[in-house]
């Protein structure tokens, strides 16, 4: 991609993400949104930020689960330092897949190869994905008595299944690319394809991977109903958890800076439909994004430090160094055998 085509697409962006702030400041009294975000330093608003950061090392440890298929991978604590930096750049760069990016990248610093990395992530996601996509199947009936528009209805039905649609599609990537000409991403993304039939045919470490991203959901829900509360939102967590898929499915668009726009027009659509006030919703979603941004922050720190590149596992280092006696060993045997003839 040349550099002209991604300043384009920024630009583009940009456009979309101040389009939706517009359509929102139209709709919104922005100032009562603002009041209330200045209020809300509660009780509530503190649960709501320490639930959000407990879904890192939930994620770490899923990640950890995805590649200990592998025979190199770092520990769960580095891992969790590259989550960490990857929050950071998805919050500062334009597209919200940056931080996977950055990701994959320190995974190949550390010695793994670097295509698995990407793979490995990206079957990360959608496991998440996956959990979302339940919630959302299950709570349609809600969602679809809760808009009042056609229109409304028909973009929570089309984002349903366009979900599912890529979910399966994971599963045939490697068929589907079979007619096209071979690439690196075409074999990347048929090997993601083997890689996800890989995972769903080993029980138990796929049912870990689903338990964890349930886990990591059903934070991510919890912080949505704390941060809710600090702004007068006061609804259920069931409520909450029919809610927050679409938005999170909807906010995967990549049209807007980092989500921005995105997910605060969705929201307050959402929420007005069960009866929460514009500016309430408003407050909800942007004070979601800056807890984002205050856990992302120290992101922000390893990287700068390189510190979760400083320090490799040391159980990989005592294998690294148990291979390789072996091998020496080895050679000094077949050596000696060799003069012994």
Same mark, same amino acid.
């Given at each position: ?59 770490? &440890? ?224 942007? &004070?979601?994004?800056?807890?984002? &941004? ?48």
């Amino acid at each position: 991609m040349t550099p002209i085509v991604r300043r384009a697409i920024t630009g583009g962006r940009l456009l979309v993400t101040a389009g939706l702030f517009w359509f929102l400041v139209s709709r919104v009294d922005v100032g009562q949104a603002a009041d209330l975000i200045s209020k809300s330093m509660s009780r509530s608003l503190f649960a709501g930020v320490l639930v959000l950061a407990a879904t890192i090392p939930v994620n770490a &440890l899923r990640w950890h689960t995805i590649l200990a298929s592998r025979s190199k991978f770092p520990s769960n604590f580095t891992l969790l330092k590259i989550i960490l930096v990857g929050l950071f750049f998805n919050q500062v760069l334009p597209t919200g897949v940056g931080g996977d990016a950055v990701r994959s990248w320190r995974c190949k610093q550390l010695g793994i190869d670097l295509r698995a990395a990407i793979r490995s992530i990206l079957i990360e996601r959608a496991s998440g994905y996956f959990i979302l996509v339940i919630l959302y199947a299950a709570g349609l009936p809600f969602l679809l008595a809760a808009m009042p528009e056609a229109f409304e209805k028909r973009v929570i039905l089309a984002v349903l299944l366009a979900a599912i649609g890529g979910l399966a599609l994971l599963f045939i990537l490697d068929w589907v690319t079979s007619f096209a000409p071979r690439s690196a991403v075409i074999t990347l993304l048929a090997d993601l394809s083997r890689d996800a039939r890989r995972l769903c045919s080993e029980f138990s470490r796929l049912a870990t991977v689903l338990f964890l991203s349930g886990l990591g959901i059903g934070l991510t829900v919890l912080s949505f109903k704390f941060l809710g509360d600090s702004v007068s939102v006061e609804l259920s967590y069931l409520t909450w958890l029919i809610i927050v898929p679409p938005v999170a499915l909807i906010q995967l668009l990549p049209v807007s800076l980092a989500g921005w726009g995105v997910r605060e027009a969705t929201l307050v659509v959402v929420l007005a439909g069960v009866g929460v006030p514009n500016e309430n919703g408003l407050a909800t979603s942007l &004070l979601f994004g800056l807890c984002q &941004l205050v856990i992302a922050l120290p992101g922000g720190l390893i990287w700068l430090t390189g510190w979760d590149l400083k320090h490799p596992d040391k159980r990989q280092m005592a294998t690294s160094a148990a291979v390789k006696s072996l091998d020496a060993n080895s050679v000094s045997n077949l050596t000696s055998g060799e003069r012994g003839s």
